[in-house]
């Protein structure tokens, strides 16, 4: 016992009660399968009344802008192609319906064996559900409509342009932004821009 008094109390919890905390778990799924695992986990979910183990089924996608005959298009990109992520509580049960569900390879960060794998930390987590704009933490921004940003990553990453809107619901600003000559409005998430300095 003295020895678990060096462990934090999360620690603690997940040597002694890992079946009963929920956390995040990656799946491996055939490439281009993703959504059809999703589509698959959620049904066993409900017709094997296991929702009490497991709960978001996420196949991580953002959208991104092409341009086509000049024209942009928005269609989704898939940031983790042959990987499912499922926010579920590691019973033997979820565990056994995840891994036997129709197009899932097996678990990310499991030695196989038997052997059940390692969540995925709550950091990087939450860092991919932002990303995706699904995100419970609400990020603090310094800029506001009017002002001048930096769009900081994808295809307008080091564009500047000038915020029309935003929504603090989803955490994405529409951003003015000149493209070949034209001022094109474009939806950017706010951890994706930094304020420019006046």
């Not at 933490?137 to 506001?144: A, R, T």
Request: charged content about 25%; aromatic content about 8%; proline content about 4%.
């Amino acid at each position: 016992m003295a020895n678990e008094m060096n462990l934090t109390q999360e620690e603690l919890e997940s040597v002694t009660d890992d079946k009963n905390i929920k956390r995040w778990y990656v799946v491996n799924t055939y490439s281009g399968h993703e959504n059809k695992v999703k589509e698959n986990l959620e049904k066993r979910v409900e017709s094997m009344g296991i929702s009490d183990c497991l709960f978001r089924i996420v196949v991580a996608e953002e959208p991104e802008i092409e341009i086509k005959n000049g024209k942009q298009v928005e269609k989704m990109h898939n940031m983790f192609p042959g990987y499912v992520f499922v926010e579920m509580k590691m019973t033997d049960e979820a565990w056994y319906v995840v891994r036997n569900t129709p197009g899932v390879t097996g678990f990310i960060g499991s030695s196989g064996g038997g052997a059940k794998p390692f969540p995925v930390s709550p950091d990087e987590m939450e860092s991919i559900l932002r990303r995706m704009g699904q995100s419970d933490k609400k990020v603090v921004v310094d800029f506001k409509i009017g002002d001048t940003v930096r769009i900081l990553t994808g295809p307008f990453g080091g564009m500047e342009g000038q915020i029309s809107t935003m929504n603090d619901q989803t955490q994405i600003a529409n951003i003015l932004i000149n493209l070949f000559g034209r001022e094109t409005p474009t939806d950017i998430n706010y951890n994706d821009l930094q304020k420019v300095s006046d």
